[in-house]
């Protein structure tokens, strides 16, 4: 069926697949080409990460330019559904065809889609190119992580990956003001051609110093798996998206969306079990420490995505910050989970532990998520930026920790699908987070602006959602600006105070993790025990 060798320890302690070069010097490259490769990933993480950051900030000028306001939130999930869609197949045909080819295609696409979106005359165009871009996007991820995967063994990633916790915290940090400028100078156009130069470079210099063995699987593509997960994903992420905002949770078409997504993936179980190449091989959830990952990556998709949709939120909202300085003030949470990341990557590098990252790293989120629900009216900037890093410090301490472990829990034929597993389940976390938390907060909005100003204005108030421009904001009466501002005080409070519930959850999943040694390092591991590992087949 295809199959490759498991991967078996070198002479000193690299993890090398049978008749391949080892891994962290692929075909007789020296350290220096691996680290070159790295910074093409790295590059090629900054595309994935930067662009929603930057596109985000130029939207009000592209809705100004192309008209369709009642269609702006189809920008957003038609590049989310594409992406989240299209991970697990990027995965699969990356570990059935190569890394290499695949990434590269993943590369060219979404470059593509970047260009065709920069010259969209009219807003369903540029709907439908976000569509390609974000199909693209799907395999930069997943391609990044799964490379990195052949090229370094387990013991010696952590370091790597806690340089890309660094990109991403660039990307979050630097996004909305690279958006901000590209869009006031050059036009809105260019926060998607910026994508073209970079992408250039990363195409360049992965065609020039990645070399990994080819693969060429005689087993079929699994189509009907693939469809089948695709109609599930889509429609878990449609009720995310339009749950509470489109249409009533309790509506036919929600329900009947969940219906069907329900039933798209119980048959998807069920294809997947007799395939001989599946998409998402379901052995992998054998393993007890991937499965645990899996919880716990889905949990800091979770509260992180809910966390970065309402900390801009409350700070321009209840602290008067524009919406420049809201991006600057996350700051702290951005630098704590780069710097603590990084620390952790070493760490782990130099020790072969990180059980006891991801212990600290839950609980680190849940005393964080627990402080920033205490925020109020008069809470100042300094001390939620105190908040804001130790959640960040959480953050940092799981982001790559929890690839690490997935990765070293499946085998180097299984690489792609169980990095893409990873990073679908971190994403599909993220949409419920945004969903379930921003259904709590429009909840808790509408009834303190009901309570303080009367059932009649307060209804008024809130009856778009409870999102309220902040230059409008400005010209109302200070009485109805008061209300408004303890209404989003009130509604953060409760979403960080169930973000940090159900964060308790991942933290108590942590306690039960098994210290499986990490392939590689300085001198070959003990082989981990039957139960520990996923049995080559099924």
């Given at each position: 069926?295809?199959?490759?060798?498991?991967?078996?320890?070198?002479?000193?302690?690299?993890?090398?697949?049978?008749?391949?070069?080892?891994?962290?010097?692929?075909?007789?490259?020296?350290?220096?080409?691996?680290?070159?490769?790295?910074?093409?990933?790295?590059?090629?993480?900054?595309?994935?990460?930067?662009?929603?950051?930057?596109?985000?900030?130029?939207?009000?000028?592209?809705?100004?330019?192309?008209?369709?306001?009642?269609?702006?939130?189809?920008?957003?999930?038609?590049?989310?559904?594409?992406?989240?869609?299209?991970?697990?197949?990027?995965?699969?045909?990356?570990?059935?065809?190569?890394?290499?080819?695949?990434?590269?295609?993943?590369?060219?696409?979404?470059?593509?889609?970047?260009?065709?979106?920069?010259?969209?005359?009219?807003?369903?165009?540029?709907?439908?190119?976000?569509?390609?871009?974000?199909?693209?996007?799907?395999?930069?991820?997943?391609?990044?992580?799964?490379?990195?995967?052949?090229?370094?063994?387990?013991?010696?990633?952590?370091?790597?990956?806690?340089?890309?916790?660094?990109?991403?915290?660039v990307?979050?940090?630097?996004?909305?003001?690279?958006?901000?400028?590209?869009?006031?100078?050059?036009?809105?156009?260019?926060?998607?051609?910026?994508?073209?130069?970079?992408?250039?470079?990363?195409?360049?210099?992965?065609?020039?110093v990645?070399?990994?063995?080819?693969?060429?699987?005689?087993?079929?593509?699994?189509?009907?798996?693939?469809?089948?997960?695709?109609?599930?994903?889509?429609?878990?992420?449609?009720?995310?998206?339009?749950?509470?905002?489109?249409?009533?949770?309790?509506?036919?078409?929600?329900?009947?969306?969940?219906?069907?997504?329900?039933?798209?993936?119980?048959?998807?179980?069920?294809?997947?079990?007799?395939?001989?190449?599946?998409?998402?091989?379901?052995?992998?959830?054998?393993?007890?420490?991937?499965?645990?990952?899996?919880?716990?990556?889905?949990?800091?998709?979770?509260?992180?995505?809910?966390s970065?949709?309402?900390?801009?939120?409350?700070?321009?909202?209840?602290?008067?910050?524009?919406?420049?300085?809201?991006?600057?003030?996350?700051?702290?949470?951005?630098?704590?989970?780069?710097?603590?990341?990084?620390?952790a990557?070493r760490?782990?590098?130099?020790?072969?532990?990180?059980?006891?990252?991801?212990?600290?790293?839950?609980?680190?989120?849940?005393?964080?998520?627990?402080?920033?629900?205490?925020?109020?009216?008069?809470?100042?900037?300094?001390?939620?930026?105190?908040?804001?890093?130790?959640?960040?410090?959480?953050?940092?301490?799981?982001?790559?920790?929890?690839?690490?472990?997935?990765?070293?829990?499946?085998?180097?034929?299984?690489?792609?699908?169980?990095?893409?597993?990873?990073?679908?389940?971190?994403?599909?976390?993220?949409?419920?987070?945004?969903?379930?938390?921003?259904?709590?907060?429009?909840?808790q909005?509408?009834?303190?602006?009901?309570?303080?100003?009367?059932?009649?204005?307060?209804?008024?108030?809130?009856?778009?959602?409870?999102?309220?421009?902040?230059?409008?904001?400005a010209?109302?009466?200070?009485?109805?600006?008061?209300?408004?501002?303890?209404?989003v005080a009130?509604?953060?409070?409760?979403?960080?105070?169930?973000?940090?519930?159900?964060?308790?959850?991942?933290?108590?999943?942590?306690?039960?993790?098994?210290?499986?040694?990490?392939?590689?390092g300085?001198?070959?591991?003990?082989?981990?025990?039957?139960?520990?590992?996923?049995?080559?087949?099924?």
């Amino acid at each position: 069926m295809g199959k490759s060798q498991p991967a078996t320890p070198t002479g000193d302690g690299r993890i090398t697949a049978t008749g391949a070069n080892p891994p962290d010097a692929p075909q007789g490259k020296k350290p220096s080409s691996v680290r070159m490769v790295v910074f093409a990933l790295m590059i090629a993480m900054l595309l994935a990460m930067l662009d929603n950051m930057i596109v985000g900030t130029a939207m009000p000028t592209i809705v100004g330019e192309l008209g369709g306001l009642e269609h702006l939130s189809w920008v957003v999930t038609a590049y989310t559904l594409a992406t989240a869609a299209s991970t697990p197949i990027w995965g699969k045909l990356g570990d059935m065809y190569g890394r290499k080819g695949v990434f590269l295609t993943s590369i060219v696409i979404f470059l593509a889609g970047s260009a065709l979106s920069g010259m969209a005359q009219d807003m369903g165009q540029l709907i439908g190119f976000r569509a390609v871009q974000g199909l693209g996007a799907g395999g930069l991820m997943v391609g990044v992580m799964a490379i990195l995967g052949d090229l370094v063994p387990p013991r010696e990633r952590g370091k790597y990956q806690g340089m890309m916790a660094g990109v991403m915290a660039v990307a979050m940090i630097g996004g909305p003001l690279v958006g901000g400028t590209l869009t006031d100078h050059l036009g809105w156009r260019w926060s998607f051609y910026i994508n073209l130069p970079l992408g250039a470079i990363a195409l360049a210099m992965i065609t020039a110093v990645l070399h990994l063995p080819k693969k060429r699987s005689k087993a079929r593509i699994d189509y009907v798996g693939s469809a089948l997960l695709t109609l599930g994903i889509t429609a878990l992420v449609l009720i995310t998206t339009w749950g509470g905002t489109e249409y009533d949770w309790l509506s036919t078409q929600i329900v009947g969306l969940g219906v069907f997504g329900v039933l798209a993936l119980i048959a998807f179980v069920l294809v997947e079990r007799k395939v001989a190449e599946p998409v998402l091989p379901l052995h992998i959830f054998r393993n007890g420490n991937f499965s645990l990952v899996t919880v716990i990556g889905f949990l800091v998709g979770f509260v992180m995505f809910g966390s970065m949709t309402f900390l801009p939120l409350f700070q321009q909202t209840v602290q008067g910050a524009s919406a420049t300085n809201s991006g600057l003030l996350l700051l702290p949470m951005l630098l704590a989970m780069m710097v603590v990341s990084l620390f952790a990557g070493r760490v782990t590098t130099q020790t072969g532990k990180y059980k006891v990252f991801v212990v600290v790293g839950g609980g680190l989120i849940t005393a964080g998520l627990a402080v920033l629900s205490l925020m109020d009216t008069g809470t100042s900037r300094f001390t939620s930026g105190l908040y804001m890093a130790v959640l960040g410090a959480g953050m940092g301490f799981l982001m790559q920790t929890t690839m690490l472990i997935a990765q070293n829990s499946v085998e180097l034929k299984d690489m792609g699908v169980g990095s893409s597993s990873a990073t679908l389940f971190r994403t599909i976390g993220g949409s419920f987070g945004v969903a379930i938390l921003g259904a709590i907060f429009t909840n808790q909005v509408q009834s303190t602006m009901v309570e303080r100003l009367g059932k009649a204005a307060g209804a008024k108030m809130t009856g778009g959602g409870a999102q309220m421009d902040p230059k409008r904001m400005a010209q109302l009466p200070p009485m109805i600006k008061d209300a408004y501002a303890h209404a989003v005080a009130n509604g953060t409070h409760q979403v960080f105070l169930w973000g940090a519930l159900v964060s308790i959850i991942g933290f108590a999943a942590a306690w039960f993790l098994k210290e499986v040694p990490l392939r590689g390092g300085a001198a070959p591991k003990a082989a981990p025990s039957p139960e520990e590992r996923v049995p080559a087949a099924v």
